[in-house]
């Protein structure tokens, strides 16, 4: 995908505020008459030392006293008030942003994720989308508020004479704008280098820890161990670096802000010397650049920050946007299932030719087996049936009717799909098993664990049907997980069952079992049964051979 400029993908993000609009213009107006507050306690204090000099003042000193303690009190709720709904804006934001990424995911699922590092997109959706979190609470209201500050005093400062006011917008321009600018360039791709980084590691760990007990049995954790050391390595003087900009930042930031408090001293004593104001010219202008630079300091850290979160921010939309292989299918005529067919199919990887001319047909009632040596296109023929790529030469069609044509959930509906490596969640086994039909009833999760021969082995469990089956069902083995995917797809009781190696994990006693139960299962339905060996298939009422992607 085409990577998308830093300022887009700023703009792009922002956009995303719009049905928070009013909770975002209520924090800027907060956070603006909370910083005013904080500025004009020292203001006033100046005016009461000008009072004590016995200088006249625009207003009595008791309303001095009044205003300092009113105003005191209104910036801490004002700024309880900002931080409130800047935290609630970007918590709200951050689940419509997860809600989309999941969104994206599924429609992406399956043809995209195939080969992608999980633990890349863990990373996604959880460090990345969780940084943004800094953009929306930390970023977008401080800029505006430091915008109407700013602006106030710069006007305020002025009124005193028009040169103090033009030092006061330099001052902010150097601190607020052009400071974060200069280190924001001086970081370059830093940003993007550390969450891809951090990307990468996420996937090592993530492979790493599954497969611990290969890394024990042929005693590659030195190796594994070298390979953690080196990226956490360099993660960490990648993020080094950034720490160094930031205290860069914030030192030229300290510096700048001296520099211009002391040449506001300079000028008010210049000005004041030649009698071109008077000495409240002098002093109060002065207290105020001195208090004022808070909004601009909170500016002058984002040449660092927002590095890490557009990089964030550009992975997630990346994610968002992209184009599915195969787009949902919505208002068409509903079909039912009356056989299938594969006509002149030709479908490739790539530059790696799959399937090539390939034509089936899949008469319904009928199992058909399809036998063939690995990577000869079994696998790939039923991902086409599932409509999970995209035909490009050729076309498969369901009731005479192709499938670009037949609503996506329709599609499903009529489809029971088992995978070579079926995937549990950390659930029940009952709850793994309705992952087929979530409303079933007891009575019907039973019914399809008899068929796949499983109902025996779960009464055995401690909790039965309730055992939890752990992360990735780790406490079942292989042919246990093989035969909930099979209930899964008895479960669904649709009238086309695509079975991928149903009973590769299985002994050869099981294997008698199931494809006796799946005979009987099987009267009135359209069954393609996928394997290496030739015993599975031998339950088919016709049996294919395909070789290098053709029918032999």
Known sequence: MKKQSKVRVLLRLVQLVRPLTGFMLLAILMGTLGFL???FIPILGGYAVLHGLKIEIPFPIGKIWVLL??????????????????????????????????QALRRLCPAKLEGRDKGDLISLITSDVELLEVFYAHTISPICIAF??????????????WSLGLMALIAFLCVGVLLPLLISRRSGSLGDELRRDNGELSAYMLESIRGLDETVQYGGGAARLRGLTDKTNALTEKQGSMNQLTGINMALANTFILVFDVLMLLLCAF?????????????????????????????????????ATVASGARVLQVIDEVPETEDITGKQAVDFRGAKVQDVTFSYGQETVLKDLTLALPEGKIIGIVGKSGCGKSTLLKLLMRFWQVKTGEVSISGRSLEDINTNNLR???????????????????????AKLNATDEEVVEACKKASIHDFIMTCPKGYETPVGELGHTLSGGERQRIGLARAFLHGAPFMLLDEPTSNLDSLNEAVILKSLREE??????VLVSHRRSTARIADETIEMESGRVS
């Open 69 to 102: 303690i009113g105003i005191a009190l209104l910036r801490a709720v004002l700024k309880y008030g900002e931080q409130r709904t800047n935290h609630y804006i970007a918590f709200t934001l951050l689940a419509i942003i997860r809600d989309r990424v999941f």
């Open 413 to 435: 509906d009529m489809e029971s799909y088992m995978t070579q490596d079926t995937q549990l969640f950390k659930d029940t086994i009952a709850g793994n098993i309705r992952v």
């Open 522 to 527: 099987a009267q009135g339905k359209t069954v």
């Open 37 to 39: 507050c904080a500025q």
């Open 271 to 307: 000005l004041y010397a030649r009698g071109t104001v008077q000495f409240d010219g002098f002093l109060i202008p002065l207290l105020a650049l001195m208090s004022s630079f808070g909004p601009v300091t909170a500016l002058a850290g984002l040449g660092t920050t927002l590095q």
């Open 148 to 161: 109407l500050v700013e602006t106030i005093m710069v006007i305020f400062i002025g009124s005193f004479h």
